[in-house]
């Protein structure tokens, strides 16, 4: 949360020929937002069924799918539930340093896009990104097109 995933994907997608761009947090735009072993395998299931929808749709050929994962085996299960045979799934993390992060999440809450509880929960899961199998894009101090022009090297 507050690294830049959603305006970099929405730049990829604008960028990338024939592309769709799935949020994951669309899948779970609840009120309440509960979290239970329930409501967490829906969006999973949700998610899985959307994004092989778009795999198997002839119309796309890129699909950026963006959604806070910031354990290995949320990433696994996920790419588990795809049918990736006829596809290339790459996997980022888009990270930053924990001052650029306060910095952003407080903008976000004083505009009221976010609640000050984020800061706390997304500071603590910083050092579970370097752990996971994915390709690290440091967001710090680089600006969005910097950012999707790496990725999209990549």
Request: aromatic share 6%; net charge positive.
């Amino acid at each position: 949360m507050g690294v830049g995933k959603t305006v970099v994907c929405q730049k990829m997608n604008e960028l990338l020929a024939s592309s769709v761009f799935l949020d994951g947090d669309w899948c779970w735009n609840a009120n309440p937002f509960k979290v239970t072993e329930e409501t967490k395998n829906m969006v999973m299931d949700n998610i899985g069924h959307l994004l092989n929808n778009f795999i198997h749709c002839s119309a796309y050929e890129n699909i950026v799918f963006s959604w806070v994962m910031h354990r290995q085996s949320i990433i696994d299960d996920l790419i588990g539930r795809l049918d990736a045979s006829h596809c290339t799934v790459k996997v980022f993390s888009l990270i930053c340093d924990e001052k650029t992060l306060r910095k952003r999440l407080q903008k976000d809450i004083s505009s009221k896009i976010r609640k000050a509880d984020v800061i706390d929960r997304s500071v603590a899961r910083l050092p579970l990104y370097q752990k996971l199998n994915t390709i690290k894009i440091e967001t710090t101090s680089k600006s969005v097109d910097a950012i999707v022009k790496e990725i999209i090297t990549l």
